[in-house]
């Protein structure tokens, strides 16, 4: 009988060109679909993922979800562990659950918070710099932390945000709702400073033009009133860059 597993993985994306399978590159869809045959000679599994994470983008708790027919005697934890044993280091498989038929990861989530981390320390990080977008390479100064907290205000709430997501004409909507923007530095590591953004959804690289266009605002290359301005046109010329993907991590998908 076909039963209906949720997924919680995390991964390091540095290697791969992101979550969604694609035909002779490396991902992370196409490397659990491996993992999936591989440890239960099973047909080719459709994974539902919660997102398409880009290319370099990392993950702790990313969601998904697939339909199986395996024999009931085999228990969660072991279908964890048979997984992980065929799956490279630098993906694995946290908690393997039997949702209800109706669960899909991707429609079923309500809410996202992703992480995007910045290093102004003095010197350049040795440990962790594939996790972190290294500013001390382009500027000698921290950001000013009051401007930016200043813009994610301004881009908190339900808006339109078709400035700050890739090939806007692409999607039906391109309004969303950004509940929680927080922005400072880690207490245990210097120099350290994290961007964490929640809300119901992300469009492609939405949240790395959203870090790029704060990191705009903390070096003055934009004001606070330019970022007012962009989301009110709509218009991407007006927003930040997309800052590189190895800062942003997926942190948690909710669900009610």
């Known amino acids: ?113 992703y992480e995007y981390s910045c290093y102004v320390g003095e010197v350049h990080r040795v440990f962790g710099r594939k996790y972190v977008y290294d500013l001390t390479k382009q500027y ?7 401007a930016m907290q200043e813009a994610a205000k301004i881009l908190m709430g339900k808006h339109d945000y078709a400035a700050f997501c890739k090939n806007a004409s692409s999607y039906e909507s391109t309004v969303r709702v950004i509940d929680e923007i927080t922005i400072g530095y880690d207490d245990k590591e210097p120099g350290l400073l994290r961007m964490r953004f929640h809300g119901t959804g992300f469009m492609r690289n939405m949240v790395r033009i959203l870090a790029g266009t704060l990191i705009c605002v903390g070096y003055g290359k934009m004001t606070v009133e330019d970022v007012a301005i962009a989301l009110e046109a709509r218009d991407r010329d007006l927003a930040g860059y997309t800052a590189p993907p190895q800062g942003l991590c997926l942190l948690e998908v909710d669900y009610s």
């Open 1 to 113: 009988m076909q039963r209906n597993y949720r997924l919680t993985i995390a991964y390091d994306g540095s290697r791969y060109f992101g979550w969604e399978h694609q035909p002779d590159q490396i991902t992370i869809q196409g490397t659990l679909e491996e993992a999936f045959m591989a440890a239960f000679s099973c047909d080719f599994p459709e994974i539902q993922g919660a997102g398409r994470t880009d290319a370099g983008v990392h993950a702790r708790q990313m969601c998904a979800n697939v339909w199986l027919d395996l024999a009931s005697s085999i228990s969660v934890e072991e279908m964890r562990e048979a997984l992980n044993q065929h799956l490279p280091e630098d993906i694995r498989i946290l908690r393997v659950q039997i949702a209800a038929a109706g669960f899909h990861a991707r429609y079923s989530a309500v809410g996202k918070t």
């Open 140 to 146: 000698e100064t921290k950001p000013d932390l009051a």
